[in-house]
């Protein structure tokens, strides 16, 4: 009889059972480029994709594929695909679907990186998008042109924390046969798994909470299997005939997988960004604990939020848990269990203030990465966006007071005591 | 390929390679609520080994329209029906679960052109309960995703996949989703009333392979060993995995069929 494993246990287990030879308990490093074949047979069979096995670690990896099958059982997708970070996934995933002349349409408000690719990057190769606001279904659903391939956004918006309408915004892609592919970063499958809700794609950066400590880059494109390729003129790189292999169609051979098997055949024999074994490993690890620590990072992050909001020196608090963000009633429907663990805030005073507070904290850290057991900071405005403007700031959605905060699993009255050093040197600073 | 069968669109997976009459064909049969996708690692495999492949979505099933046949004989006839047209005289038939059945009619419908018979998680005789029957009829997704839990072995629990970062359940639930909405319970019912598989399966005279599943909830390896007890001669193997063998062991069945085969006339 099946067990039908719970989320906590699927992430400790899935992907990987100790081997017969060495009763390994952990899953084994594979470091190794290559995999010995038993007959020549065998080596065309796994060429021509007649069945699954591993032939050159660019295209697949033991360890790499345990990380893969964890994260499609977590996510309840039919298949996975790790590599070598977030913004590769995303890449990934844009190529094996868009060709020159083809359209996209995102979300306005997402990670600089998705934003650069997208309006910069891709348009050199005849692929345009139109941004619109994620939280306005009605102008995603505006924005659709015959020629439009996906519509892509994250859940939680980085840095800005607007949340998507996930159900409404996949009925509209549904209704006009569009895949939805969602950044599922900031939520993991812990919070919120996008596929229940009619998400086709999801793309993590697993260099955050999912590996959770800060240790590796990687990334990973989960296939829900729930999109209908079928329609050879509009999806030609999927249904219609692949340039090697005989020309196979993806969508005949592999149905629910063809993505996968697609970007296996192309993206990774042809850009080639794999995860290193060891990484897969360490991601894996990560994982292992996602529940208890995604529960422990909201527990902190709404302790820390009370903290703000009643601090004298805090001008104003961004989380969308609490009722004054403007998309928390689709947060309480779609994260019912939190919407993570990044919080921005204002400290009365500005720039400078921005500046004295991130100097002057010692516990949390202050650098350019989200999602790490540790506390971490940002000041955008002293750091990564010094050279604009107040004003250009605003244009971007950004002040020059905002902080931005990921909160970590440290004892929460360490994490407070911390922030009042910081508030300490803010309040010298304004007198 | 699609072809137009019986005035609609039918499937055939022929395994990347184009079809060619003259050669030895393997038709393969899905099983209740499947499609040619539960060959994903077979279609391919064979063709790619020489042989011509067909794989068809019965109507109604993955791309072929249609209206879903009633019964294990309305199946066979179809797939008569269909060698006939695609004027195929030399075939091993490969079916898998409820395909076991349809196979055993054909065994009957087929003449000269049979050349053996390949039982995958196989019987006699497949009931299935009260329950799924209903639950096919008031919610085939709900009834579907619980026959791909059953169905699967320890593997299936375990995301463990031959093929790199698949998941036999999120592959499973979509692949019988794909399908037509009706065309499961019409399945299930189908396989719950045949009663021929005994005298069937005693009356076949050409060479037969069977390859069971130690974990088989859906046709219990108990019900699959009585079952070739009725067949003169019948190779047999057992595999340590649940009833979706084809996706579980591809390449330990594949290599079974693949010897069968070479000692074939
Ligand atoms: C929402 C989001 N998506 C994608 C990425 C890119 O991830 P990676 O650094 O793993 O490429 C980031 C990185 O900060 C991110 O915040």
Redesign the pocket.
């Given at each position: 009889m099946s067990e039908n494993y719970k989320f906590d246990t699927l992430s400790l287990h899935a992907g990987h059972i100790p081997d017969k030879e060495t009763g390994s308990r952990a899953v084994p490093i594979y470091q190794t480029t290559s995999y010995v074949f038993n007959s020549t047979e065998e080596a065309a069979s796994l060429y021509n994709m007649e069945v699954g096995g591993h032939l050159y670690t660019r295209i697949s990896n033991p360890t790499v594929a345990a990380l893969e099958q964890r994260l499609a059982a977590l996510e309840g997708g039919a298949s996975a695909l790790a590599c070598s970070?977030?913004?590769?996934a995303?890449h990934l995933v844009v190529s094996a679907i868009c060709s020159s002349g083809d359209h996209i349409v995102a979300s306005s408000k997402?990670?600089g990186?998705?934003i650069n690719l997208l309006q910069h990057t891709m348009p050199r190769f005849g692929v345009n998008t139109d941004f619109v606001n994620p939280n306005d279904p009605e102008a995603i659903k505006s924005a659709i042109k015959p020629n439009t391939k996906l519509v892509f956004g994250?859940v939680i918006g980085?840095p800005g924390l607007d949340i998507m309408d996930v159900p409404e915004i996949a009925k509209i892609c549904n209704s006009k046969n569009i895949p939805l592919v969602l950044?599922a970063?900031?939520n993991t499958p812990y919070l919120m798994q996008p596929f229940k809700h009619g998400a086709n794609i999801i793309?993590h950066?697993?260099?955050?909470w999912l590996g959770g400590h800060g240790i590796a880059?990687?990334?990973a494109i989960v296939n829900g299997g729930n999109f209908d390729w079928g329609d050879k003129d509009k999806f030609p790189t999927i249904s219609g005939p692949h340039f090697a292999l005989g020309g196979i169609s993806f969508w005949e051979e592999f149905g629910p997988s063809a993505l996968i098997a697609k970007i296996r055949a192309e993206g990774m024999y042809n850009f080639g960004p794999s995860l290193s074994p060891t990484n897969a490993f360490h991601l894996m690890q990560g994982i292992e604990t996602l529940p208890l620590r995604m529960k422990k990072h909201i527990e902190n992050t709404h302790t820390i939020l009370d903290f703000l909001v009643n601090h004298e020196m805090v001008e104003w608090v961004k989380h969308p848990d609490l009722d004054t963000h403007p998309d928390h009633e689709v947060a309480k429907r779609i994260l019912p269990k939190g919407s993570g663990s990044i919080v921005a805030f204002g400290i009365k005073g500005g720039r400078e203030a921005g500046k004295a507070f991130i100097e002057s904290v010692k516990l949390a850290s202050h650098l350019a990465?989200?999602g790490d057991a540790k506390t971490l900071l940002i000041h955008p405005g002293s750091t990564t966006h010094s050279h604009l403007s107040s004003e250009a700031m605003k244009e971007g959605g950004l002040t020059d007071d905002m902080i931005r905060l990921s909160v970590g699993l440290e004892d929460i009255n360490d994490i407070t005591k911390d922030f009042e050093r910081g508030f300490k040197a803010v309040k010298k600073l304004n007198k | 390929m699609i072809i137009n069968f019986k005035g609609a669109e039918t499937y055939l997976g022929t395994g990347g390679k184009s079809l060619d009459i003259n050669k030895r064909t393997l038709c393969f049969l899905h099983g209740s609520g499947q499609n040619h996708l539960s060959f994903i690692q077979q279609a391919r495999f064979f063709a790619y080994k020489g042989y011509s492949v067909i794989v068809p979505d019965m109507p109604a099933h993955g791309f072929s329209d249609g209206n879903p046949c009633k019964s294990i004989k309305e199946n066979a006839e179809w797939i008569n029906d269909l060698l006939v047209k695609l004027n195929l005289k030399d075939v091993v038939i490969i079916g898998h679960s409820q395909g076991c059945l349809v196979a055993l009619e054909l065994n009957r419908i087929l003449k000269n052109s049979l050349k053996a018979l390949i039982f995958v998680a196989g019987s006699n005789e497949i009931p299935v309960n009260q329950f799924l029957l209903d639950l096919s009829k008031e919610n085939p997704q709900k009834a579907s995703q619980m026959m791909v839990t059953w169905g699967h072995g320890i593997d299936g629990d375990m995301s463990i996949n031959k093929w790199p970062g698949h998941s036999h359940y999120g592959e499973g639930n979509n692949i019988m989703c794909m399908n037509k909405p009706t065309a499961l319970k019409y399945d299930l019912h189908s396989c719950n009333d045949y009663s021929n598989g005994i005298d069937a399966a005693k009356n076949i005279k050409v060479p037969a392979l069977a390859v069971l599943a130690k974990n088989d909830q859906m046709t219990p390896l108990k019900s699959g060993l009585k079952f070739v007890e009725l067949i003169k001669n019948c190779e047999t193997h057992i595999l340590d995995c649940g009833h979706f063998l084809p996706s579980e062991r591809p390449m330990e069945l594949n290599s079974i069929i693949n010897s069968f085969l070479s000692k074939l006339k």
């Open positions: 970070s977030g913004m590769a995303m997402m990670y990186a998705n994250e980085n950044d970063t900031f793309v950066s697993l260099t955050k880059i990687g990334g990465n989200v | -």
